[in-house]
């Protein structure tokens, strides 16, 4: 089956300008992670929602920065009034089960390709 | 957020060498993964731990969660070029439920064929 998509892969924006970016998770995973990644570095989490409820939103660095999941299935990172320092690699992950479980269990996530977004 | 220190950075071996890498942190963690990015790709899960002192094998790989819950230790027998990637560990702190997970910074593999 489809793995986890994002669109675009690749957004070049102007300084100040609101750029979204969408992530389609795998058909029927509760669970849907937003992640980015600088050049060089792991994915530092920004947010997660089990089906449409955000559950922690801790990882968002300002509110510049949110996210929504309306229906429970596509997500959409929006960033606003962007900055250069905003650039970087934006993840999206889904996991079939509801996180929060257990300590001793772990839900596999499965990452998207990512957007890699560069602002000018 | 919380960085874990992985070592070496990069690593550039023979095909047919082991390699091994590890994972620190400076608290303790109940989970700890493995990943491997390829370029262009999102990381792909390789190993889960559990257990202070699990010892978990998946084919070639062999990973270790540290007695301490401080680190994890990752090796790669008799490598071979497809192995090239990066190699991310993540840990889960013992306060988390959320599922969210640290990354460490990353090991850079080179296998030369």
């Known amino acids: 089956g489809a793995g986890v998509s994002q669109s675009p892969r690749y957004k070049v924006t102007k300084r100040g300008q609101d750029v979204a970016l969408r992530c389609d998770p795998i058909?029927?995973?509760?669970?849907l992670y937003w992640y980015r990644q600088a050049l060089g570095q792991g994915p530092e989490f920004l947010t997660y929602?089990?089906?449409?409820?955000?559950?922690?939103k801790s990882g968002l660095p300002n509110d510049r920065f949110s996210a929504e999941r309306p229906e429970g299935s596509i997500s959409t990172l929006t960033i606003q009034r962007t900055e250069q320092r905003d650039s970087a690699m934006y993840r999206c992950?889904?996991?079939?089960?509801?996180?929060?479980?257990?300590?001793?269990?772990?839900?596999?996530?499965?990452f998207g390709p990512g957007t890699r977004l560069t602002v000018l | 957020g919380q960085q874990l220190n992985q070592s070496p950075q990069s690593m550039f071996i023979q095909e047919g060498e082991d390699v091994s890498m590890n994972c620190t942190s400076s608290?303790?963690?109940?989970?700890w993964l493995w990943y491997k990015q390829d370029p262009g790709e999102g990381p792909v899960l390789l190993i889960a731990?559990?257990?202070?002192?699990e010892l978990t094998s998946n084919g070639r790989l062999t990973a270790q969660f540290g007695i301490t819950r401080k680190d994890s230790f990752l090796n790669i027998s008799a490598s071979i070029p497809s192995d090239v990637g990066i190699y991310f560990c993540?840990?889960?702190?013992?306060?988390?439920?959320?599922?969210?997970?640290?990354f460490g910074t990353g090991t850079s593999l080179t296998v030369i064929p």
């Open positions: 992950a889904s996991s079939s089960l509801l996180a929060g479980g257990p300590p001793s269990s772990y839900n596999e996530q499965f």
């Open positions: 929602f089990n089906y449409e409820a955000q559950q922690d």
């Open positions: 608290s303790i963690f109940n989970t």
């Open positions: 058909s029927g995973h509760v669970s």
């Open positions: 993540a840990g889960q702190p013992p306060t988390n439920t959320g599922n969210q997970f640290y």
């Open positions: 731990l559990y257990k202070a002192g």
